[in-house]
């Protein structure tokens, strides 16, 4: 008996990705079979429980939400299905982050419809794949991290920009203030601020504080 293919739900904030997804995978319906997608998480959410697929093909960004808790709301619904982030970011950061919340792959938009489906294939099969060009960046990381030569927080998961806004958030610095001292607008200051939150697991500036000296992040 041939196998039935693969259910995958695609979530992805932009139509000419979803088109461009539903493009590639066409040739190989028989193997791989789109039975859904989604832009936003609440819709993403609830095709994930009714339509129950295999795979969600899931962007680590989504617009205002992040793909990395709708990734864990996902799995805490349906535990047995397989969430692997497509996405453009390439930081290891953000790989490490997807795995902590469970995610069975980190793969990039660059990758061909033959490679994706045999990367799906695989994940269905129990492996844990991450993109290849990021192999050795994430081998090199982990040594890294290991011998101490990473910024500040990067064994939380921060990024070097997220790190650098914490530190400045410890001393007091208001977002304007941190906004004109990385000559960055104070709306990115916001954006780092909630990606801080999210990883150290509290919800505001107070909590990430805290968890910074608790830590010995910063002293």
């Not at 050795?136 to 890294?144: C, E, F, H, I």
Request: negative net charge; charged residues 25%.
């Amino acid at each position: 008996m041939t196998a039935r293919p693969i259910t995958v739900l695609i979530v992805d904030d932009h139509q000419m990705v979803l088109d461009g997804l539903q493009a590639m995978l066409q040739p190989y319906q028989d193997q791989v079979q789109i039975i859904g997608e989604a832009s936003e998480p609440r819709a993403a959410l609830a095709l994930a429980t009714e339509q129950q697929p295999d795979v969600v093909l899931l962007d680590v960004r989504l617009r205002e939400a992040s793909g990395l808790d709708l990734c864990g709301e996902i799995l805490r619904a349906r535990p047995d299905c397989k969430v692997v982030f497509l996405t453009v970011y390439d930081d290891e950061q953000y790989l490490y982050q997807a795995l902590r919340v469970g995610a069975a792959g980190f793969l990039l938009k660059r990758i061909k419809g033959g490679e994706l489906v045999d990367y799906v294939r695989r994940i269905c099969d129990g492996e844990v794949l991450i993109d290849p060009s990021l192999a050795g960046r994430v081998a090199l990381s982990a040594a890294r991290l290991r011998s101490g030569e990473f910024w500040p927080g990067a064994h939380l998961g921060l990024t070097q920009r997220e790190s650098e806004v914490l530190s400045l958030l410890v001393a007091g610095l208001s977002n304007r203030a941190i906004a004109m001292k990385l000559v960055v607008s104070e709306e990115t200051v916001k954006t780092h601020s909630r990606g801080i939150y999210r990883k150290l697991g509290v919800s505001d500036r107070a909590g990430a504080v805290a968890v910074a000296l608790r830590e010995g992040v910063f002293h």
